[in-house]
């Protein structure tokens, strides 16, 4: 697969949003005491960045890209979005999970439809929800139900869905871990070009260390739970980027090494 991280000079624009993580530690409270799943991050994402996070199973990515979401406070310390604190979920931050939790009962179009029904958006959204179908390529789908998508479609649906609210953040959650390998090769590519397209900025959650090669611009490698992040790696290779690339394969050996792999 090759990608590419190019944009054209004329789609340059301020979409994207900056985060601040200012010496955030989090825990959460169990039978046995408090149970450290976060500890002293900190680090500045800059507007139309796309940053991956990288770490062990459980260290805590996940729970730091739900207090990004607003879905919840840390512990200590703070998290700004666009130099405003993050204190509760918000349409210009959203999270794209690992399943698609579609609606088995509503179609396509009514699925995508639920993200301007979720801001109260009254009136005729069909346009809206024709040119989210469209973004994503399932505009011949408009009117299927669930169980009629293949894995890779139902993932197209939950990103329209997202979408459609024209978000200046996308905080994604391993959302092409439950594929198989060629819908996920397809699918990363189809990210890429979302991103290129709309410039939001991007935080993926991913345990591969080559699909974090391959799309972010930066990796964030954590250390086990409690997480500290241990190294900040900008991706400095070129930007039609391939699998097979030898400083690709070098970079990826040298981050499994950080991982103890």
Excluded: Y
């Excluded at 408090?34 to 940053?51: C, N, Q, W």
């Excluded at 410039?199 to 080559?210: L, P, Q, R």
């Excluded at 241990?230 to 394969?249: K, Q, T």
């Amino acid at each position: 697969m090759v990608t590419t991280l190019e944009r054209p000079q004329a789609q340059q624009t301020d979409t994207g949003i900056a985060i601040r993580i200012a010496d955030v530690s989090h825990h959460f409270d169990g039978k046995g005491g408090e149970l450290a799943v976060l500890e002293d991050i900190d680090v500045t994402v800059r507007p139309g960045e796309f940053v991956a996070l990288l770490g062990p199973s459980g260290c805590g990515k996940s729970t730091l890209l739900r207090l990004i979401a607003g879905l919840g406070q840390p512990s200590r310390g703070k998290i700004g979005a666009g130099g405003v604190r993050v204190v509760g979920p918000d349409p210009s931050r959203l999270l794209v999970f690992q399943d698609p939790t579609l609606f088995p009962w509503r179609t396509v179009r009514q699925n995508v439809a639920l993200g301007l029904e979720a801001r109260g958006v009254g009136g005729d959204r069909t346009a809206q929800v024709d040119a989210a179908l469209r973004l994503v390529g399932l505009s011949d789908f408009a009117d299927a139900l669930p169980h009629e998508l293949s894995g890779g479609m139902a993932q197209r649906a939950a990103l329209a869905r997202v979408l459609i609210n024209e978000p200046r953040l996308l905080l994604l959650d391993e959302p092409f871990g439950k594929l198989d390998a060629l819908t996920r090769m397809t699918m990363q590519e189809e990210l890429l070009r979302l991103w290129r397209d709309r410039d939001f900025t991007a935080i993926m959650v991913t345990h591969d260390v080559e699909e974090a090669l391959l799309l972010a611009q930066r990796i964030l490698v954590f250390s086990p739970r409690p997480a500290r992040i241990v190294r900040d790696i900008a991706v400095d290779l070129c930007p039609s980027r391939h699998r097979d690339d030898p400083a690709l394969v070098a970079l990826r050996r040298d981050i499994l090494a950080t991982l103890g792999h």
